[in-house]
């Protein structure tokens, strides 16, 4: 059964930071490409940023680029989000996918970026 499982979110201030962090099992972790997407109230789900199966090659959304990090870590079976100079408008649910042909999905994790 392949489960991932965010943590990490939480409240936090306008030009602060956070990391989330998504754990995987059961799958082949170091196969699968990782991605963090994020859904706003009353907004559609985006893709935040992407990291493929070996961590060479990463994609962010224009909106993150040079704020967000993500990384992984395959002999933890875990992949990261560290977020700097958060702004009101990254608030929102943060998912974490997994992606080899099929695609899986975790449960989410809540990011509030308020003052």
């Known amino acids: 059964q392949v489960q991932l499982v965010e943590s990490g979110g939480g409240l936090v201030q306008p030009g602060g930071s956070l990391r989330i962090s998504c754990v995987a099992s059961?799958?082949?972790?170091?196969?699968?490409?990782m991605s963090w997407y994020r859904q706003a109230p009353g907004k559609e789900r985006e893709l935040v940023a992407r990291?493929?199966?070996?961590?060479?090659?990463?994609n962010y959304a224009d909106s993150v680029k040079g704020r967000f990090t993500i990384s992984r870590d395959n002999a933890k079976n875990t992949a990261y989000l560290q977020m700097n100079s958060l702004k009101p408008e990254d608030t929102g649910v943060y998912y974490c996918?997994?992606?080899?042909?099929?695609?899986?999905w975790g449960q989410g994790t809540q990011v509030t970026v308020s003052s």
């Open positions: 996918n997994a992606r080899r042909g099929s695609e899986y």
């Open positions: 059961g799958l082949p972790f170091r196969n699968y490409a």
């Open positions: 990291i493929s199966s070996g961590g060479g090659i990463t």
